[in-house]
T-cell receptor, first 115, second 113 residues
Framework: AQSVSQHNHHVILSEAASLELGCNYSYGGTVNLFWYVQYPGQHLQLLLKYFSGDPLVKGIKGFEAEFIKSKFSFNLRKPSVQWSDTAEYFCAVSPYNNAGNMLTFGGGTRLMVKP | EAGVAQSPRYKIIEKRQSVAFWCNPISGHATLYWYQQILGQGPKLLIQFQNNGVVDDSQLPKDRFSAERLKGVDSTLKIQPAKLEDSAVYLC???????????FGPGTRLLVL
């Protein structure tokens, strides 16, 4: 069975600071990788996903993530955060042949951006 | 298009009582999921339906949890009897087809006293 680990439970940044949220997964085969975001009072929504191809994927709102297969990692980055990025971020993985089925989520990272 | 709808949004019950949650997925979405999200944790898949059939319910505590999707559209998740550790947010998600994004509803926040 797969598992996902997000190292930082809480992150506090000032506006314009750079962001990197760590995500490591454990699974014996090929995976699909996702980052979801939950803004205060809103639903979980997809930020970006990796299925195959270029390991550097770009998502909405200036976010990107890099899949490093040798490190089993899929870290989320943003060069300059805004107050509106305050949210909880979840990394998730699914087996490659499931293409989004059976998502296994990490525990989440709560990001607070100070204006 | 309308999103995934869930009701109720909040529910408080006492342990050993029963509770039911309802989900209406996005129109045309064949796959429906129920997740449990305990405070401080990520969502955990409970059950997945494809139309009105169960694809995976390996993580559903079947001694107390049940779910159905009779006509391949709406779904209900029931807990009977509830335990304190069932306090969580229950999320419903749907997806049109394999490879596409899962869309999540607002969740039902359950508190068991």
């Amino acid at each position: 069975a797969q598992s996902v680990s997000q190292h930082n439970h809480h992150v506090i940044l000032s506006e314009a600071a750079s962001l990197e949220l760590g995500c490591n997964y454990s699974y014996g085969g090929t995976v699909n990788l996702f980052w979801y975001v939950q803004y205060p009072g809103q639903h979980l929504q997809l930020l970006l996903k990796y299925f195959s191809g270029d390991p550097l994927v770009k998502g909405i709102k200036g976010f990107e993530a890099e899949f490093i297969k040798s490190k089993f990692s899929f870290n989320l980055r943003k060069p300059s955060v805004q107050w509106s990025d305050t949210a909880e971020y979840f990394c998730a993985v699914s087996p490659y042949n499931n293409a989004g089925n059976m998502l296994t989520f990490g525990g989440g990272t709560r990001l607070m951006v100070k204006p | 298009e309308a999103g995934v709808a869930q009701s109720p949004r909040y529910k408080i019950i006492e342990k050993r009582q029963s509770v039911a949650f309802w989900c209406n997925p996005i129109s045309g979405h064949a796959t429906l999921y129920w997740y449990q999200q305990i405070l401080g944790q990520g969502p955990k898949l409970l059950i997945q339906f494809q139309n009105n059939g169960v694809v995976d319910d390996s993580q559903l505590p079947k001694d107390r949890f049940s779910a159905e999707r009779l006509k391949g559209v709406d779904s209900t998740l029931k807990i009977q009897p509830a335990k304190l550790e069932d306090s969580a947010v229950y999320l419903c998600a749907s997806r049109r087809r394999l490879g596409e994004t899962q869309y999540f509803g607002p969740g039902t926040r359950l508190l068991v006293l």
